[in-house]
């Protein structure tokens, strides 16, 4: 089909999405606009950009959110690498082996979906300090997998039941064994799913707030989601600074989307469906 | 839903094609590799969950231990009107909050999916990706400022173009407040769900659409008669996702309206959090999400027994 | 430079004094964790947190043995009571940490460590002359001990400083509307701010009430119900606090005060003074923002002024700054006027100031802590940091509250506040220091029923007695005072 063809069949669609994708971004505008005003001109001025234009926030907001960002990896990363090797390995186990109780054991996991976070903070603080994990990589992390591997193992599942049976019957004939028949050829294939799991668990961690606020004691090792907040105070707060962190707190993931959005919706593509 | 769906591609691969020959892999060896998952979800998920419902038959003040108390907190929650408004407002929530969730982020995808162009399609998968990263919190602020008094931007805009005389305070009266936090984030396109449903239209057959399109079926029908049918494992998902972040949801009525005005935007989820930390009854908490648990396991299965009464494909 | 001079000096010279009748003293040992909330944010505010550790230093360097590790605030905007439940949950808050009082009231023993005993001891950090040198208590001021005592009777905390609170006026919007910031009574005050919406089409005065917890409707409200039940004060008085408090003749109700009242009849929602109340309540709403419902943070109040939007704003001291930095517009300071006989029969005439120990300085000892060997230096520290010589410096630098610490040096923050000050207290507290923080809830949800229409004024009395009473019955079931039934 030539261009102005498909120009001129698809421009009602794209002049929808243009005015979707507008009202969305306003948030997103919202921030970058109020990052670079100082309070007086964030009161006088809620919506729209003013000048002079106050770069110097980001300067002011760097010391601390460079620190955070560092901190936020450092949970981040080992939360993701055992996200997805734990899920993995369930959601492998779920679609590949008929065993007993399988099917009580999946929804065992599956309903734990519907616990309502905030019940289990005090409940998760007193494991987290019999362990005598309190301030330690492990009390954040740990606790953080266990809320993902929940969706985790759903959505590996899921994938691994798309894998054809063929591949598996063909190596196992070569003599694999079951894990290398894993790691030599469901891991490869799964790389999208295992994108599409990594966003969502990187999203998710970047973001929580309450448990590294409950499990970590010492303030410069407090993560992303939280380093935001520096600069809003019980009794005042720097708005244009808060902003500021806000936008230096989203470029790592935009940039990590960025890059990686292909592989994310590859993930996807088998159909996530219950 | 139309009979005449067929099983969706994902769907071919049934389980039972997966069943080995017994004696072929040594019984253990799932279990083996289940084991992670399971010591974690024990120590982090299992026994703080039962600790929670153990202690929603106590009297529980922090740090001291509970006291048991027998049914005394289920009772007194069924007594409690606050709680028993909240159940009604979060019935209320979720429904609205599913229904403009997964009608908008349909109607994205199928935007986006009836692009002619591959590579807009990307770029716009790509726009509606990206504000997945947008804070909560930001959201809020800004949502805030929309349902403002007098400066709010809804109500410069409503007085503005002269559909309404005056200003109205979205957020201060008992009939709006609910909806206005329903309609938080709009157009709402912009989500997990618009990713799933797009990657599920994307694995439709074209030689089905391309055939319906030559037998003269237009592009609005297609929608309804085999976009619509085919995805529904995708959209059951989504609503059972959707339902339960709404049974749960509490930022929104903490952040913009705490509950207000008169109880009409409290939330199960935010009243166990009141109880519990403001007012320090952690056993009376628990038993508040104790019982959310159980309407959340409640409706979920409701929604997976709808979902398969007729349907013929995957079981979970 | 001039200011860390004169503390250095300051400093020396007092150990100078002291040096000797401390060195003895200096077997004390242990290590203590110290949350000061906003008095120790050294990335935020480095200048008042450098003397937070600069005090803290003195300490250990006259106690070699002692460990005193300063805590970081944690952000504003994250969930202090979460925090802080977690850690007392798993014996793990720090061993000086800060919390509202109304917090503490409702925790009481099951969290902290009464400090009473201690309050009896003579405080050694304080120099001789200075009240608090012999008994630590004399050192803060009778109103904040008044206001911090328990429901229980004893005092949890310390009570180092306070806030105050004035109207923050826009003094151009007030001449465009013709309006002076000075009235005789409530009746002309009402006028002139309708005066100013309806000729300046902006809104009048600036407080909100959101559907659970603090908001400035919570000053509002415990001003109407001390000025109507004020002729009553005397009757409502226990005996066992004010022989406690003997030079207050007029002071705020504890807790058990108010429960007592409501047992015995003495304050009854169907009283005629309760119509005076919800008509005064309602005035009081109808001048402020259409929204004022639906607003949930004082910050969007005071942006509204800042913005130019709001005639009135209704601020603390801490406010001070941000509104001398950042308003573009001429401003000024001004209170609520009295309310007199012309308003209705019986008023007292005056109205009453609304400050209290609801800033930094109220610190506290948890239970875990008192279970340790480290109690003995948590409260030793905590006279150290009290005494005026070291609390002072620290609350003038941060400049947001008074220091209530007697022998300290006033700042210039007070200065606006004037004539505020000389008023006298509330005789009923914010609704959450009533009786119990729930009750508090319960009455601003009742009231927001009220002032929507979804109750007429019977109703809304009968539904008040009836908070009252549970209120009441809650704090007798906590407590277990000797008159309950």
Same mark, same amino acid.
């Given at each position: 089909?030539?261009?102005?063809?498909?120009?001129?069949?698809?421009?009602?669609?794209?002049?929808?999405?243009?005015?979707?994708?507008?009202?969305?971004?306003?948030?997103?505008?919202?921030?970058?606009?109020?990052?670079?005003?100082?309070?007086?001109?964030?009161?006088?001025?809620?919506?729209?950009?003013?000048?002079?234009?106050?770069?110097?926030?980001?300067?002011?907001?760097?010391?601390?959110?460079?620190?955070?960002?560092?901190?936020?990896?450092?949970?981040?990363?080992?939360?993701?690498?055992?996200?997805?090797?734990?899920?993995? !390995?369930?959601?492998?186990?779920?679609?590949?082996?008929?065993?007993?109780?399988?099917?009580?054991?999946?929804?065992?996991? !599956?309903?734990?979906?519907?616990?309502?976070?905030?019940?289990?903070?005090?409940?998760?603080?007193?494991?987290?300090?019999?362990?005598?994990?309190?301030?330690?990589?492990?009390?954040?992390?740990?606790?953080?997998?266990?809320?993902?591997?929940?969706?985790?193992?759903?959505?590996?599942?899921?994938?691994?039941?798309?894998?054809?049976?063929?591949?598996?019957?063909?190596?196992?004939?070569?003599?694999?064994?079951?894990?290398?028949?894993?790691?030599?050829?469901?891991?490869?294939?799964?790389?999208?799913?295992?994108?599409?799991?990594?966003?969502?668990?990187?999203?998710?961690?970047?973001?929580?707030?309450?448990?590294?606020?409950?499990?970590?004691?010492?303030?410069?090792?407090?993560?992303?989601?939280?380093?935001?907040?520096?600069?809003?105070?019980?009794?005042?707060?720097?708005?244009?600074?808060?902003?500021?962190?806000?936008?230096?707190?989203?470029?790592?993931?935009?940039?990590?989307?960025?890059?990686?959005?292909?592989?994310?919706?590859?993930?996807?593509?088998?159909?996530?469906?219950? | 839903?139309?009979?005449?769906?067929?099983?969706?591609?994902?769907?071919?691969?049934?389980?039972?094609?997966?069943?080995?020959?017994?004696?072929?892999?040594?019984?253990?060896?799932?279990?083996?590799?289940?084991?992670?998952?399971?010591?974690?979800?024990?120590?982090?998920?299992?026994?703080?969950?039962?600790?929670?419902?153990?202690?929603?038959?106590?009297?529980?003040?922090?740090?001291?231990?509970?006291?048991?108390?027998?049914?005394?907190?289920?009772?007194?929650?069924?007594?409690?009107?606050?709680?028993?408004?909240?159940?009604?407002?979060?019935?209320?929530?979720?429904?609205?909050?599913?229904?403009?969730?997964?009608?908008?982020?349909?109607?994205?995808?199928?935007?986006?999916?009836?692009?002619?162009?591959?590579?807009?399609?990307?770029?716009?998968?790509?726009?509606?990706?990206?504000?997945?990263?947008?804070?909560?919190?930001?959201?809020?602020?800004?949502?805030?400022?929309?349902?403002?008094?007098?400066?709010?931007?809804?109500?410069?805009?409503?007085?503005?173009?002269?559909?309404?005389?005056?200003?109205?305070?979205?957020?201060?009266?008992?009939?709006?407040?609910?909806?206005?936090?329903?309609?938080?984030?709009?157009?709402?396109?912009?989500?997990?769900?618009?990713?799933?449903?797009?990657?599920?239209?994307?694995?439709?057959?074209?030689?089905?659409?391309?055939?319906?399109?030559?037998?003269?079926?237009?592009?609005?029908?297609?929608?309804?008669?085999?976009?619509?049918?085919?995805?529904?494992?995708?959209?059951?998902?989504?609503?059972?996702?959707?339902?339960?972040?709404?049974?749960?949801?509490?930022?929104?009525?903490?952040?913009? *309206?705490?509950?207000?005005?008169?109880?009409?935007?409290?939330?199960?989820?935010?009243?166990?959090?009141?109880?519990?930390? *403001?007012?320090?009854?952690?056993?009376?908490?628990?038993?508040?999400?104790?019982?959310?648990?159980?309407?959340?396991?409640?409706?979920?299965?409701?929604?997976?027994?709808?979902?398969?009464?007729?349907?013929?494909?995957?079981?979970? | 430079?001039?200011?860390?001079?004169?503390?250095?000096?300051?400093?020396?010279?007092?150990?100078?004094?002291?040096?000797?009748?401390?060195?003895?003293?200096?077997?004390?040992?242990?290590?203590?964790?110290?949350?000061?909330?906003?008095?120790?944010?050294?990335?935020?505010?480095?200048?008042?947190?450098?003397?937070?550790?600069?005090?803290?230093?003195?300490?250990?360097?006259?106690?070699?043995?002692?460990?005193?590790?300063?805590?970081?605030?944690?952000?504003?905007?994250?969930?202090?009571?979460?925090?802080?439940?977690?850690?007392?949950?798993?014996?793990?808050?720090?061993?000086?940490?800060?919390?509202?009082?109304?917090?503490?009231?409702?925790?009481?023993?099951?969290?902290?460590?009464?400090?009473?005993?201690?309050?009896?001891?003579?405080?050694?950090?304080?120099?001789?002359?200075?009240?608090?040198?012999?008994?630590?208590?004399?050192?803060?001021?009778?109103?904040?001990?008044?206001?911090?005592?328990?429901?229980?009777?004893?005092?949890?905390?310390?009570?180092?400083?306070?806030?105050?609170?004035?109207?923050?006026?826009?003094?151009?919007?007030?001449?465009?509307?013709?309006?002076?910031?000075?009235?005789?009574?409530?009746?002309?005050?009402?006028?002139?701010?309708?005066?100013?919406?309806?000729?300046?089409?902006?809104?009048?005065?600036?407080?909100?009430?959101?559907?659970?917890?603090?908001?400035?409707?919570?000053?509002?409200?415990?001003?109407?119900?001390?000025?109507?039940?004020?002729?009553?004060?005397?009757?409502?008085?226990?005996?066992?606090?004010?022989?406690?408090?003997?030079?207050?003749?007029?002071?705020?109700?504890?807790?058990?005060?108010?429960?007592?009242?409501?047992?015995?009849?003495?304050?009854?929602?169907?009283?005629?003074?309760?119509?005076?109340?919800?008509?005064?309540?309602?005035?009081?709403?109808?001048?402020?923002?259409?929204?004022?419902?639906?607003?949930?943070?004082?910050?969007?109040?005071?942006?509204?002024?800042?913005?130019?939007?709001?005639?009135?704003?209704?601020?603390?001291?801490?406010?001070?700054?941000?509104?001398?930095?950042?308003?573009?517009?001429?401003?000024?300071?001004?209170?609520?006027?009295?309310?007199?006989?012309?308003?209705?029969?019986?008023?007292?005439?005056?109205?009453?100031?609304?400050?209290?120990?609801?800033?930094?300085?109220?610190?506290?000892?948890?239970?875990?802590?008192?279970?340790?060997?480290?109690?003995?230096?948590?409260?030793?520290?905590?006279?150290?940091?009290?005494?005026?010589?070291?609390?002072?410096?620290?609350?003038?630098?941060?400049?947001?509250?008074?220091?209530?610490?007697?022998?300290?040096?006033?700042?210039?923050?007070?200065?606006?506040?004037?004539?505020?000050?000389?008023?006298?207290?509330?005789?009923?507290?914010?609704?959450?220091?009533?009786?119990?923080?729930?009750?508090?809830?319960?009455?601003?949800?009742?009231?927001?029923?009220?002032?929507?229409?979804?109750?007429?004024?019977?109703?809304?009395?009968?539904?008040?007695?009836?908070?009252?009473?549970?209120?009441?019955?809650?704090?007798?079931?906590?407590?277990?005072?000797?008159?309950?039934?």
């Amino acid at each position: 089909m030539s261009q102005s063809k498909a120009w001129r069949r698809d421009w009602p669609l794209m002049l929808i999405l243009l005015i979707l994708a507008i009202i969305t971004y306003i948030p997103f505008v919202f921030t970058v606009i109020n990052s670079f005003k100082i309070n007086a001109q964030f009161f006088q001025q809620f919506w729209l950009p003013t000048t002079p234009l106050h770069p110097e926030n980001y300067v002011r907001a760097w010391p601390a959110m460079g620190r955070a960002i560092f901190n936020s990896f450092t949970y981040s990363i080992p939360t993701l690498v055992l996200t997805l090797v734990i899920s993995g !390995l369930a959601g492998y186990a779920f679609a590949r082996y008929r065993f007993p109780g399988r099917n009580i054991l999946f929804v065992a996991i !599956l309903a734990l979906i519907m616990i309502p976070g905030i019940l289990l903070v005090i409940p998760m603080f007193s494991v987290i300090i019999a362990l005598d994990w309190a301030d330690t990589l492990q009390g954040v992390v740990l606790p953080w997998v266990s809320v993902e591997i929940v969706f985790g193992t759903f959505l590996m599942r899921t994938f691994f039941e798309t894998l054809p049976q063929e591949y598996f019957e063909a190596a196992r004939l070569d003599g694999a064994n079951e894990f290398s028949l894993l790691i030599r050829i469901a891991v490869p294939l799964a790389i999208p799913a295992f994108s599409t799991l990594a966003i969502l668990n990187l999203l998710f961690s970047w973001n929580d707030i309450i448990w590294p606020l409950v499990a970590i004691f010492d303030s410069e090792r407090l993560p992303v989601s939280i380093g935001v907040l520096s600069f809003a105070g019980a009794w005042s707060t720097d708005y244009g600074v808060t902003f500021a962190s806000y936008v230096i707190a989203s470029l790592p993931l935009i940039i990590i989307f960025a890059f990686t959005s292909r592989r994310f919706m590859d993930g996807l593509s088998g159909g996530l469906s219950i | 839903m139309t009979q005449k769906s067929k099983p969706m591609p994902s769907a071919k691969t049934e389980p039972s094609r997966w069943k080995l020959r017994s004696g072929f892999v040594p019984i253990y060896v799932p279990f083996l590799f289940l084991i992670p998952a399971l010591l974690l979800l024990l120590s982090f998920r299992y026994i703080p969950a039962v600790s929670a419902i153990f202690h929603s038959f106590t009297y529980w003040n922090i740090p001291e231990a509970g006291e048991f108390i027998g049914l005394d907190n289920y009772r007194a929650l069924f007594d409690d009107p606050i709680f028993i408004k909240s159940l009604g407002n979060i019935l209320k929530y979720m429904a609205g909050r599913t229904a403009l969730v997964l009608v908008m982020a349909f109607v994205g995808a199928e935007l986006v999916y009836n692009l002619t162009s591959d590579r807009w399609r990307n770029i716009w998968r790509m726009v509606f990706t990206i504000p997945m990263v947008i804070p909560i919190t930001v959201n809020l602020l800004v949502w805030q400022q929309v349902y403002a008094g007098r400066q709010g931007m809804l109500n410069e805009f409503l007085t503005g173009v002269g559909a309404m005389a005056r200003p109205y305070p979205w957020l201060g009266r008992p009939d709006t407040a609910l909806p206005a936090l329903i309609f938080i984030g709009f157009p709402a396109v912009a989500g997990f769900g618009f990713l799933i449903i797009l990657a599920a239209l994307q694995n439709l057959s074209s030689e089905v659409n391309d055939a319906a399109l030559i037998d003269g079926c237009s592009r609005l029908r297609r929608v309804f008669a085999i976009d619509l049918p085919a995805i529904r494992g995708p959209l059951a998902l989504i609503l059972i996702l959707s339902l339960n972040q709404g049974m749960q949801e509490f930022a929104p009525m903490l952040v913009m *309206t705490q509950g207000g005005p008169i109880n009409t935007t409290m939330s199960p989820a935010y009243y166990l959090y009141i109880q519990g930390f *403001t007012y320090g009854k952690h056993g009376y908490a628990s038993a508040i999400g104790t019982v959310l648990m159980l309407m959340t396991l409640v409706l979920s299965i409701f929604i997976l027994r709808m979902r398969y009464r007729r349907a013929y494909d995957v079981a979970v | 430079m001039f200011k860390k001079l004169s503390l250095i000096l300051v400093f020396a010279l007092l150990f100078g004094v002291f040096g000797m009748a401390l060195a003895q003293d200096s077997d004390i040992s242990g290590e203590i964790v110290v949350h000061l909330q906003v008095y120790y944010r050294p990335e935020q505010h480095p200048a008042h947190s450098a003397i937070a550790e600069q005090v803290a230093q003195e300490y250990m360097d006259m106690h070699p043995n002692a460990t005193i590790e300063l805590l970081p605030d944690i952000p504003g905007g994250t969930d202090y009571i979460t925090w802080l439940s977690a850690r007392m949950a798993a014996d793990e808050a720090p061993d000086i940490v800060w919390d509202q009082w109304f917090n503490r009231s409702l925790k009481m023993d099951t969290w902290w460590t009464a400090l009473d005993d201690y309050f009896e001891m003579p405080n050694p950090y304080i120099a001789e002359g200075i009240p608090g040198h012999e008994r630590w208590a004399d050192s803060f001021a009778p109103n904040a001990m008044n206001t911090t005592r328990a429901p229980d009777g004893h005092w949890y905390q310390t009570a180092l400083d306070w806030v105050e609170t004035a109207m923050f006026y826009n003094v151009a919007m007030f001449e465009e509307a013709g309006v002076e910031p000075d009235w005789a009574n409530w009746g002309e005050f009402i006028a002139d701010m309708h005066t100013i919406q309806d000729t300046l089409g902006v809104e009048a005065f600036g407080s909100f009430m959101p559907g659970t917890g603090w908001s400035t409707w919570y000053w509002a409200d415990s001003l109407w119900l001390s000025v109507v039940w004020a002729d009553r004060h005397s009757e409502i008085y226990m005996d066992k606090y004010s022989e406690m408090q003997p030079d207050l003749d007029w002071r705020a109700l504890n807790a058990e005060e108010v429960a007592k009242a409501v047992h015995d009849g003495v304050i009854n929602a169907q009283d005629p003074r309760m119509d005076e109340y919800l008509r005064i309540s309602k005035e009081f709403v109808e001048i402020l923002p259409i929204d004022y419902i639906g607003i949930t943070s004082l910050g969007d109040v005071m942006r509204m002024f800042l913005g130019e939007q709001l005639a009135v704003y209704w601020g603390g001291s801490w406010d001070n700054k941000e509104i001398t930095d950042s308003a573009s517009f001429e401003w000024g300071l001004t209170y609520l006027p009295p309310f007199t006989e012309e308003d209705f029969e019986g008023a007292p005439g005056t109205i009453y100031r609304v400050g209290g120990p609801s800033s930094a300085g109220q610190y506290g000892i948890p239970v875990a802590t008192a279970e340790s060997e480290n109690l003995e230096l948590a409260v030793d520290y905590l006279m150290w940091m009290s005494a005026p010589q070291n609390f002072g410096p620290l609350a003038n630098e941060f400049g947001g509250f008074i220091p209530m610490v007697a022998g300290t040096e006033i700042g210039p923050v007070l200065a606006n506040f004037q004539t505020v000050a000389a008023l006298q207290d509330r005789l009923f507290l914010d609704p959450s220091g009533r009786l119990t923080v729930e009750h508090g809830d319960n009455w601003t949800q009742i009231m927001q029923g009220f002032f929507l229409g979804a109750t007429d004024e019977e109703q809304t009395k009968a539904l008040l007695q009836e908070a009252w009473e549970s209120g009441a019955a809650a704090l007798c079931e906590q407590v277990g005072y000797d008159w309950c039934p």
